[in-house]
C-alpha cells in the first residue's frame, strides 16, 4: 500500500504521468469540461469532496510550479479563499496568475485533466502547473 496520503487511483496515475508545464485543474461541481480534457470526476454530493481538501490531497503528491485563478474569486470571497492565500504565503502553489472566469474556461482546454469536487461555492477553481523536484 502506498505511503502518501492520496488514495485515488486516477489522481495518482494523472500525478504520475505529469510532466514540466502540464495543467491540471481542480474545479467547483459548475465548471464546464472540455470534451478533449480528461474528467476524473470526485463529486459525490454538493460539498463532498470540498475543494480544500481536494486540492490539499493532490498537493500531498504534486510539485506544483505556480497556479492561476479567476480573479472572480476575489469578488465572491468563498470560504476557500482563505485556505488558497494560506497555501499561496507558503509557497506551495509556486507563482500566481489572475484572470477572467472566461479565460480561465479557455485555459482549462489546456489542462490534462479536470478535477471536479462537490464544491458549490462559486469560483472555487485552479489551474495547477507542475514543476519539477530537481
Do not use: W
Amino acid at each position: 500500500m502506498k505511503k502518501t496520503p492520496l488514495l485515488n487511483i486516477a489522481l495518482s496515475r494523472l500525478i504520475a504521468s505529469l510532466g514540466h508545464g502540464d495543467k491540471v485543474v481542480i474545479g467547483d461541481a459548475g465548471l464546464p469540461v472540455p470534451p478533449q480534457v480528461e474528467l476524473i470526476d470526485l463529486a459525490l454530493t454538493p460539498g463532498i469532496p470540498d475543494f480544500v481538501s481536494t486540492l490539499n490531497a493532490v498537493l500531498s503528491e504534486m510539485q506544483v510550479e505556480s497556479h492561476v485563478l479567476a480573479e472572480e474569486i476575489f469578488d465572491k470571497q468563498p470560504s476557500a479563499l482563505t485556505s488558497l492565500e494560506t497555501l499561496h504565503a507558503r509557497h506551495a502553489l509556486g507563482a500566481r496568475e489572475l484572470v477572467s472566469h472566461e479565460q480561465f474556461k479557455v485555459l482549462s482546454r489546456q489542462a490534462r485533466a479536470i478535477i471536479r469536487t462537490g464544491e458549490c461555492s462559486p469560483y472555487c477553481n485552479i489551474v495547477l502547473i507542475a514543476g519539477v523536484t530537481f
